[in-house]
């Protein structure tokens, strides 16, 4: 049985070495006859330790609000990060809309909390599929909100959150995998060290 792990993780800005996670979740999905389905979800709030560091549009972006950031709604990074480790022992590929920028994050936190991590799985990327599409002048746009908009891919409630984010992602890979459209997609696998880098990162 073939599994992925979709991963999204929503941040106090772009600078990996700076700014901080402040919410991360995951899904583990396996392959069945009509696509990949949702088994198990995680979603997890962390409190920042440097929001003076934030970019103003960042926060906008993914909807902080130190009210519902509190001790009581938080959880302990480490504890996330070594539930992560073990989420992606035993499958297959990582899924993410430009992961790179996910894993970027991550590699950092995993170090500054000295947390020593199994390498990154190889991972399949919506945005480079996506890139691929809007090159080829078949998409306006290689956002995921775009690309779901255009695909038809509705999961319900805000995009920007990480466990919205991950539930638009698989649904936009399903379609992207599947042989229903009218147009052929290639859909490669990446690494962590060989990484697709998105031309015109806007999530």
Known sequence: MRELLVIDCETTG???QVHEIIEIAWLRCESTADGWKIRTSEEYKIKPG???LAEDEALAINGYDPSEWTDEATTDLSIVLRKLNDAMTGVDRLLG????????FLSEAYERE????SDFPSYYDTRAEGEDLKRRGLVHGASLSRLC???DVNVGGRSHTALIDCEMTVGLFNVLESRS?????LIKFWTYQNPFISPSFSS
Do not use: Q
């Open 14 to 16: 772009r600078n990996s």
């Open 181 to 185: 459209l009218p147009y052929p997609i």
């Open 50 to 52: 440097k929001i003076e």
């Open 97 to 104: 809309h430009n992961l790179i920028f996910d894993l970027r």
């Open 149 to 151: 908009r255009h695909f």
């Open 114 to 117: 000295n947390i020593v991590h």
